[in-house]
């Protein structure tokens, strides 16, 4: 089973449902994962630009700022339960923050979108 956690202020692509659901059918095609991130901050995306995925929905997961939309499996909910718990030391930022350590740290089977599917009203709109 798959979660999708949405904040808020959350402003959905055209198609987000397709999009979602084609992006979990192929990241599931290729391994097990625990995070999808549907939202990054194209400041964080690691020296690949928007056109360089070519037909894939999907790409590596890398650590990035935000918690605007993501899809969670129960075994990634574990393992960052797990990780959060086993770590108290994380425990002095904003979630985001903790995620982007975890991350970093190879604690979650990270992937994102090629292109994000959703974007926040509150500061940054990838979509446009």
């Known amino acids: ?25 192929e990241v599931d095609e290729r391994e097990s994962w625990d995070l999808l991130y549907l939202f ?3 400041d964080c995306l690691p020296g690949l630009a928007l056109t360089d995925v070519g037909p894939r929905r999907v790409r590596p997961g890398f650590p990035t700022w935000g918690t605007v939309a ?10 960052l339960l797990s990780a959060l718990t086993a770590d108290v030391a994380v425990h002095d930022a904003p979630i985001d923050h903790l995620l982007m350590r975890l991350v970093e740290r190879g604690c979650v089977r990270t992937f994102a979108t090629a292109r994000p599917v959703a974007a926040t009203a509150g500061q940054l709109n990838p979509l446009q």
């Open 1 to 25: 089973p798959v979660s999708v956690v949405l904040e808020d202020d959350v402003l959905l692509a055209e198609a987000f449902d397709r999009r979602v659901v084609e992006a979990i059918d």
């Open 40 to 42: 990054y901050h194209l």
């Open 70 to 79: 993501y899809a969670l499996t129960r075994a990634g909910a574990r393992r």
